[in-house]
């Protein structure tokens, strides 16, 4: 199988930027499905995030792509916000070398009228959730009549979410005589049949994980009572020391309670469920992915659709009934190439659970114990950085250069001080060294940023 992408018919700005990336080969599901994208087929992928399914469908978008016609090219539809932005960012990062490339996310949670003002702009790449496309399509604000690539990304989760009738809704606004990319994690009827709706004669591209899974040490705690759950992980945590995990809860108030436990055991945790404000979820994932919180605590519903990149550990706080969510969570540790840790908690009388992982993952489970893990009072976790929010964001044509400047002219931090960079509408958020972090507040509390004052504090 060919493995170089200098062997593709791409174009050599393409060519160019994937060496500056220093993407050398291809990944399996991008050797297997790029040749037959680039070809114009239509293809269902069977692969999970993490695996350079992005590149395999971003770059059969911008290689047929003109960038001179006005036109909406293609369309990504994604289960959540957070994909969609991972989406959009990749693209984006694939793109840099070709003049004026427009990708834009509509997702529901931000403001439907900027979203709207910026698609009278033009824009070439829509990546977006599925039920404020449609919103956009029914007031004609979206026009999607010239589409050329419909991508379905996580096919399997959109279904999971109730997403069946809005993409098969969208599939009307667009052109018969389109290509469809169908990614999805896993393959069931539903999958099948939704393929058979919206493609033509495709291509079926699967990757063998199973080299994935084997870099995953998996270890599971058999517990008196529920009640040991809490005790269990700051056990484990202590023993193994990830930096940064997701604990899975059944339910929202476990996953407050966990999150409550583990802040008043010193570890920056914070959790994620259905029932907060589109706001709040969003300051909590920031946090989590520039590295200001060590946990985060989320139900399965919750964390759909998250790629954190690099987590050290997983913990099953509870364990799923279905076997194909214990392989999903589990999935999220150990990526490109490193080792990852899955802990699982469970009781006596869930032993059914384990043997239909057993079964499904075709592995003999051992079976630690939890009783001869010793735990030493010296741990501490803390984590690198800490967040500081800025009263000021794109309304106020806040870039991230304006940030980075006033923290290194204004506040003297060094650029290395200084992490994730996050520019909400009316917010900003940014990663800043966990010692450096006071510094930076009160430097800036008294400066500028670009002219103008602020008000800065913690997160
Ligand atoms: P995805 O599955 O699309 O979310 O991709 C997972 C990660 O792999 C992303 O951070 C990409 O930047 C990275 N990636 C994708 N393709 C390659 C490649 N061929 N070589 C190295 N890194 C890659």
Do not use: W
């Not at 293609?74 to 004026?100: F, G, H, I, Y």
């Not at 099953?316 to 908690?345: I, K, M, Q, W």
């Not at 800490?386 to 980075?404: A, E, H, V």
């Amino acid at each position: 199988m060919e493995t170089k992408f200098e062997n593709l018919e791409l174009k050599s700005e393409l060519l160019t930027n994937l060496k500056e990336l220093k993407y050398e080969t291809m990944t399996p599901i991008q050797a297997q499905g790029l040749p037959f994208v680039l070809d114009g087929r239509d293809v269902i992928g069977r692969a999970k995030t993490g695996s350079g399914k992005t590149a395999a469908f971003a770059l059969g978008i911008l290689n047929s792509l003109d960038t001179g016609s006005q036109n909406i090219h293609s369309l990504v539809l994604c289960p959540t916000r957070e994909l969609a932005d991972q989406v959009a960012t990749e693209t984006r990062k694939l793109a840099r070398m070709l003049k004026n490339v427009k990708v834009m996310t509509i997702c529901g949670g931000t403001s439907e009228y900027h979203q709207e003002k910026s698609l009278s702009h033009g824009a070439h790449i829509i990546v977006g959730t599925p039920g404020r496309v449609l919103r956009l399509l029914k007031k004609k604000t979206l026009n999607l009549s010239l589409v050329n690539t419909f991508v379905l990304d996580e096919a399997d989760r959109m279904l999971d979410m109730g997403f069946h009738d809005d993409i098969m809704h969208i599939a009307t606004y667009l052109p018969k005589v389109r290509q469809t990319l169908l990614f999805s994690a896993t393959y069931p009827e539903d999958i099948q049949k939704l393929g058979e709706k919206v493609q033509k004669d495709a291509e079926h591209v699967k990757v063998d994980t199973d080299h994935e899974e084997n870099t995953i040490s998996q270890m599971f705690f058999e517990l008196q009572s529920h009640k040991d759950k809490n005790d269990a992980v700051l056990k484990i945590l202590d023993k193994y020391r990830p930096d940064r995990f997701i604990i899975f809860c059944k339910t929202k108030i476990i996953t407050d309670q966990v999150a409550a436990f583990l802040n008043k055991n010193g570890i920056y945790a914070g959790s994620i469920h259905g029932d907060l404000m589109q706001n709040e979820r969003t300051v909590v994932m920031t946090m989590f992915a520039n590295r200001s919180l060590s946990a985060l605590v989320a139900t399965d519903v919750a964390a759909r659709g998250l790629d954190i990149q690099g987590l050290a550990a997983v913990i099953n706080y509870d364990l799923p009934s279905d076997p194909e969510v214990y392989v999903h969570r589990v999935g999220r540790t150990g990526r490109a190439g490193e080792t990852g840790l899955a802990f699982s908690l469970y009781v006596e009388q869930e032993h059914g659970k384990l043997d239909a992982i057993e079964d499904y993952s075709n592995k003999n489970i051992k079976i630690e114990d939890i009783s001869a893990i010793e735990v030493d009072s010296q741990y501490d976790l803390i984590p690198e950085m800490k967040t500081m929010y800025i009263s000021g964001g794109k309304k106020d044509k806040l870039r991230p250069g304006d940030i980075l400047g006033a923290l290194v002219n204004e506040a003297k931090l060094e650029s290395a001080d200084v992490g994730d960079i996050n520019i909400m509408n009316v917010l900003s958020y940014v990663a800043i060294k966990e010692d450096k972090i006071e510094q930076a507040i009160s430097k800036l509390r008294n400066g500028r940023i670009k002219n103008r004052r602020f008000r800065v504090g913690h997160a």
